[in-house]
Structure formats: structure tokens, C-alpha cells
């Protein structure tokens, strides 16, 4: 019956996502990924608490196709107190399903030492936590799914991974840290529309790229809107970095975003703060 409404091209039929088993080792050529997500008591990296932890260890190849899994860890965590009616809504998860529950440190650093990347469909948010709670993850490699592939570019109308998995077909158990791993995994397996390499493939050749952070300090406060614009994000000091806008550049154009800089913006020559970044250390707190 699937198949014949889709055949008529006036339907779309999704197939609820099977999550891969792990299988056997990793071979001599391959690769280990790992993909990672938190659910926690709130938004803000440096206070609120993990409430439980899920991740995926997978194999890729030297084309950077994943291959199979090799590994599942999910634990839950009780937070200090109890976890807000909201996040309750939004996950499922309860107080009575954290009771007593403790994220076993040892095993999970065990778990992720052999992962040469770790990838979160929002790192900005996934790696401060991580890092606060298992100083393991500040030694490894992060990438963002959602910030470094152009999903647009490949013809997708945004970059939520409900959104990204229904449109390879498939849907899922949303806002539950182990249900979103395996549906990152199929999203990164599957090849984009625009070329025949998979979704993991532009990520980790976006990730293996060093970039500068560029910070505009002191900018004209009435010339925000044109920073912002152009791609500029800004920082409120709060994490130890400097208050001011900022961009992350390709090293191949960090002259001409300095040079724009100083011609549009300050109008005249002047020394900005310029930081290279590697994979070790975008995403994190630590600056």
C-alpha cells in the first residue's frame, strides 16, 4: 500500500526508523565516530544538570561513509532537584525515571576513548555540558551537524533533525537523547541530494578545516544590524570571551574579513582580535 501511494507522486510515505544493531569490530581501515546527545534540566551550559546521556560509536570509512555501529551507551542522571514541569513535557522524562540513577564516569570515558570525533546535532549546547560533567570530552575532536553542513545548499528547507530525517523518509520518537542519536546516525549515512557523498562526509571535511574567529570590538553600535547580517554573532562576555560581535572564517578568506572590517565598519587601520580554530576547541567554553 506504501509503495503504491508513492508511486502516484502525490504522497510521501514515511517509514519509522529501525536503529542499526552494533556489530562487529572495527576493521584495520576504518574509523571511529561518535555521536552524542544530552537532555537536561535547562538551557544554560554553566548551571542547569544532565539528566540523561546517550551515545552512539560508529565506524566510517575512508570516503567517511559509516560503515556500522560498534557501540550504544544510554544512563539516565537524578539532578540535585527536580526536573521542571517543562522538560518533563518536552522529553518524557520524570523524577521517578532518574531516581537514584548516576552516569557511571569511568565506563563512559572507557566508552568514548577510541572516538576520534564527536559529533551533536547542536555542539554548542552538547559539548559546554559535556565538558563540565567528563573533562574526557575536552581532549576530542567536535562537529555540528546542524551548523556545518549547508543543509540549504543541498536543497533542505531547514536544519531541525525531525525535518532532516523526514526527508529521507523516515521519523522517529523526537526529544529522547538515544532516539535522536540513531536518527543523526540514518540523517549522516544518507547521501545528499546534490552529490552522491553522504551527509558525514561534508561534515567532517568542514571540521577538519581551521578557521579563525574574528571579534569586532568596540564595533559602531548602530552598524549591529550590518554585522549581523553579514553573519556575525555576539557574545555577552558571560563565557570568558570578550563582549563584542564575532565570526567564525575559512582561512583562506580571513584577510578579506579583516579588511572588510576595517573599510566598512571602523573605517580606518586597526589591530582585531583573531583566534585560530581547530575541532579541539570549537564549541567549547574554554577559549
Known amino acids: 500500500m506504501a509503495r503504491g501511494l508513492e508511486a502516484t507522486g502525490d504522497y510521501k510515505v514515511l517509514r519509522r526508523l529501525v536503529p542499526r544493531e552494533p556489530s562487529a ?22 548551571k542547569d544538570e544532565v539528566i540523561e546521556l546517550a551515545a552512539i560509536k560508529f565506524r566510517y570509512d575512508q570516503s567517511d561513509a559509516i560503515t556500522g555501529v560498534t557501540g550504544i551507551f544510554q544512563a539516565f542522571n537524578q539532578p540535585s532537584g527536580s526536573i521542571p514541569a517543562e522538560v518533563t513535557r518536552l522529553t518524557g522524562i520524570t523524577d521517578e ?6 552516569i557511571d564516569a569511568d565506563a563512559l570515558v572507557d566508552f568514548v576513548a577510541d572516538a576520534g570525533v564527536v559529533i551533536a546535532h547542536n555542539a554548542g549546547f552538547d559539548r559546554k555540558f559535556a ?24 536543497g533542505f528547507g531547514g536544519a531541525k533533525l525531525a525535518y532532516l ?17 540513531h536518527a543523526l546516525l540514518e540523517v549522516l549515512a544518507h547521501p545528499l541530494p546534490t552529490n552522491s557523498a553522504s551527509a558525514l562526509a561534508e561534515l567532517l571535511d ?15 553600535f548602530d552598524l549591529k544590524e550590518v554585522l549581523k547580517k553579514r553573519g556575525y554573532r555576539w557574545s555577552d562576555g558571560s563565557d570568558g570571551s570578550p563582549r563584542a560581535w564575532h565570526i567564525e572564517v ?5 584577510e578579506t574579513e579583516l579588511d572588510y572590517l576595517r ?19 570549537r564549541f567549547s567554553a574554554r577559549r
Open 263 to 281: 573599510r566598512e565598519i571602523y573605517q580606518r587601520d586597526i589591530d582585531l582580535r583573531c583566534q585560530a580554530v581547530t575541532a579541539r576547541e
Open 131 to 154: 565538558e563540565r560533567f567528563w573533562p574526557t570530552f575536552e581532549t576530542k575532536n567536535w562537529a555540528c551537524s546542524a551548523s556545518q553542513v549547508d543543509w540549504k545548499a543541498h
Open 165 to 181: 530525517l523526514s526527508e529521507i523518509g523516515l521519523f522517529h520518537n523526537a526529544h529522547r537523547a538515544i532516539d535522536d542519536c
Open 25 to 46: 569490530s572495527v576493521g584495520p581501515s576504518e574509523r571511529v565516530g561518535l555521536i552524542i546527545d544530552l537532555e537536561t534540566t535547562g538551557l544554560d551550559t554553566a
Open 206 to 220: 568542514r571540521a577538519r578545516r581551521r578557521a579563525f574567529r574574528i571579534w569586532a570590538e568596540n564595533a559602531p
Open 250 to 254: 575559512d582561512e583562506s578568506i580571513r
Open 97 to 102: 525515571m532518574v531516581a537514584g540513577c548516576k
